[in-house]
């Protein structure tokens, strides 16, 4: 049986002029007899799995190929995957900066910020100077941040692919799992808070006691000093507000008492809204936290322990975001 191509529409017709459709074996195999390259098998993608115990924050998809020519590693950054939402502990707003470690210049890349995306696509390409014998003792580092205008941007997940597992040169796909990012404790900015309820009085009583390795909100601006917003929520609506003195940016002590009139039936529907604040004149956000009943990890547990020891003040510190 004889077939034709008839190239202005592209359909294939068997000998009794009946036109194939596009999918069909038949249409393949003429295509494929004129470009196979066109049809060659592509090779599985990568995987790079989490290291260790703990959730994934998401999967992120990227293409990386090796152009000989210039010595350049070319990125194909394409999508992330069911990234975590930020009651998760995870993005809002994300994008992601691509380095390679070790260093091969100071440029910084990375892509525009995706609002309110769970499965944002970036289709961005990036590239780096480096021989192909340097590859093999390079990682490829693919950081997420959450975007935040009004404080430092906080790296959130994380993914590393070892070049010495891809095969680059003829262009390989990768599928990384994002961890999250674990900073070492000096690092951490970080809040101590004392929670006291009273229920005679119906009074929740905030001390903010003191914060350690606080930093400026932007980098390149200075902040001499700091004060704490502490916020009543009910509900989720703010329904006081009170703040403390302001106190010099490192390390900062101010054993400040704030009191806040709470119905003992409000107190599983309340949460308190930290925020401490540079005392500038643009008052630009440090670090915040938020502790209450329906909150995870350790700002839950707070209000929790408070709310079962009455009358007793219990002191523990927070992670500021």
Not at 138 to 155: A, C, I, M, P, W
Not at 248 to 273: K, T
């Amino acid at each position: 049986m004889k077939r034709r191509i008839d190239r202005s529409n592209s359909l294939v017709e068997n000998s009794s002029g009946v036109p194939l459709s596009p999918g069909s074996s038949a249409t393949i195999s003429a295509l494929g007899a004129l470009q196979p390259d066109l049809y060659t098998k592509r090779e599985a993608p990568l995987v790079i799995e989490l290291e260790g115990a703990g959730p994934s924050l998401g999967r992120i998809h990227l293409r990386l190929k090796y152009d000989f020519d210039r010595s350049d590693l070319e990125v194909h950054l394409i999508e992330a995957h069911d990234l975590a939402g930020y009651e998760a502990g995870g993005f809002n707003d994300p994008y992601v900066r691509v380095s390679l470690l070790p260093e091969v210049d100071t440029r910084v890349r990375q892509t525009p910020v995706h609002r309110n995306q769970v499965n944002p696509f970036f289709d961005q390409h990036f590239k780096f100077p480096v021989s192909h014998d340097e590859l093999s003792d390079k990682t490829l580092l693919l950081q997420v941040f959450d975007y935040d205008r009004f404080s430092r941007n906080e790296v959130m997940g994380s993914a590393k692919v070892p070049l010495s597992r891809v095969e680059v040169a003829g262009g390989a796909e990768v599928w990384a799992e994002l961890s999250r990012e674990r900073r070492p404790p000096e690092e951490l900015q970080e809040l101590l808070l004392s929670l006291s309820y009273l229920p005679s009085a119906e009074r929740l009583t905030v001390v903010v006691l003191k914060a350690r390795n606080l930093l400026p909100p932007q980098e390149g601006k200075d902040a001499l000093d700091v004060y704490v917003k502490v916020y009543l929520l009910v509900n989720g609506k703010r329904v006081k507000k009170k703040k403390t003195n302001r106190k010099e940016i490192n390390n900062p002590v101010w054993n400040e008492a704030l009191s806040f009139s709470l119905p003992s039936a409000n107190l599983q529907e309340a949460s308190i809204e930290v925020c401490v604040v540079t005392g500038g004149g643009n008052g630009l956000v440090v670090g915040w936290c938020c502790v209450g009943a329906a909150e995870p990890a350790a700002e839950g547990r707070h209000w929790a322990q408070m709310a079962q020891e009455t009358r007793k003040a219990v002191a523990m510190w927070h992670t500021l975001r």
